[in-house]
């Protein structure tokens, strides 16, 4: 197969790993050929972009013979047969680490600026290049982000020589390849437009993954909550979750609500109402009027994030449904929509009759308690506001298609009243 460029080669890679959407996963892009390709795959899948600046330690006398590798952040990694057989003494190893040290310090800067570089630890880490000769470089790359803490690596590449993709696939996880031709003399063959890319195209790569994004710490109170915002182009809106007691915001289905929103051009903002050391205390968990001022702090940290033309809608989820609608019903409230997913609206308590931003409240028909609190929270708001049952569904929506139907209600409630 061959490819028009490396967006053509990324789109047909993107229809091969629909499993890591909306995961926990990093997309590192090898510099330069490769952050393109991951750049695409990274917005199709909903993760956050990267580099791994890599550098292989190469024999002196026979430089394309790896006898380690060095990355960012003083990791090393050797390859001691190597070594041993080459006869490399500790001053000759040194030499070439140093060299090739000041060589990924050089180029990290210069390409990555003043972004961090993101964590791997427990993380699976998917490494993405235009293609794959030999395999050496895509080698120290698994090795480096392995010594960075991942805990799964993935190769995703459009194009591999076969003897190479079978050496990577017995050291790392999965191995993603659209293409592995027989016939093989250079990734640049199987490209009708294989230019060159410039640092500056880099660059600007990941100065827009950054922007659009990224993880964030709101302070609240005097509180830092830890939170994860993501700004497509062209955004419509921006959601803000508020989630239940014993959750956060790396429930599962939230993020799995957020990443549908995101599909359909809106920003979405995941964080944590509460820091680790009081999620525990059901004091916390339930104090509603705390969760809503945090909450109103979080969404004036928003308008000054983002584009202030965004509008900005609120999602709650059982106890932070409550916190939702109380901090929408706040005078000043710039909340322009509501959702709430199996919520407590009668934790609001008198507050409901100031919530002024459309609602809806979907609830599972099988959550029998939760639906009759939610009739009658119904009855209590003044404002537009809809009761929306999900058939067959409980609490969590765990049910099969349940949390589908929810997504796509939500989908359908914000993108009227929000863009």
Known sequence: MRFADRQDAAEHLVALMSAYRDSDAVVLGLPRGGVPVAATVAVALGLPLDILVVRKLGVPFQPELAMGAVGEDGVRVLNHVVLDNAGIEPDELLAVEERERREVDNRAVRLRGRHRRRSLEGRAAILVDDGIATGSTMRAACQVARAHGAARIVVAVPVAAPPALQ???????????????????????????????????????????????????????????????VVPPDAGGVVVFAHGSGSSRLSPRNRYVAARLGEAGLGTLLFDLLTPQEEGDRAYVFAIDLLAQ?????????????????????????????????????????????VSRGGRPDLAGERLADVRAPTLLIVGADDDVVLDLNRSAQRRMPGQTRLEVVPGATHLFEEPGALEQVADLATAWFTTHLT
Do not use: K, N
């Open 294 to 338: 945090r909450l109103a702090l979080v969404l004036d940290w928003c308008r000054g994030e983002v584009d202030e033309g965004l509008q900005l809608g609120l999602f709650g989820a059982s106890t932070g449904a409550a916190a939702a609608l109380v901090a929408a019903s706040r005078p000043d409230s710039p909340v322009r929509a509501v």
């Open 167 to 229: 050496m990577l696939r017995d050291e790392v996880d999965e191995v993603v390849c659209v293409s592995t031709p027989r016939t093989f003399f250079g990734v640049g063959q199987w490209y009708d437009d294989f230019r060159p890319v410039p640092d500056d195209e880099v660059i600007s790569l990941l100065d827009r993954a950054a922007a659009a994004d990224r993880d964030v710490t709101v302070q609240a109170g005097g509180v830092g909550l830890a939170g994860h915002l």
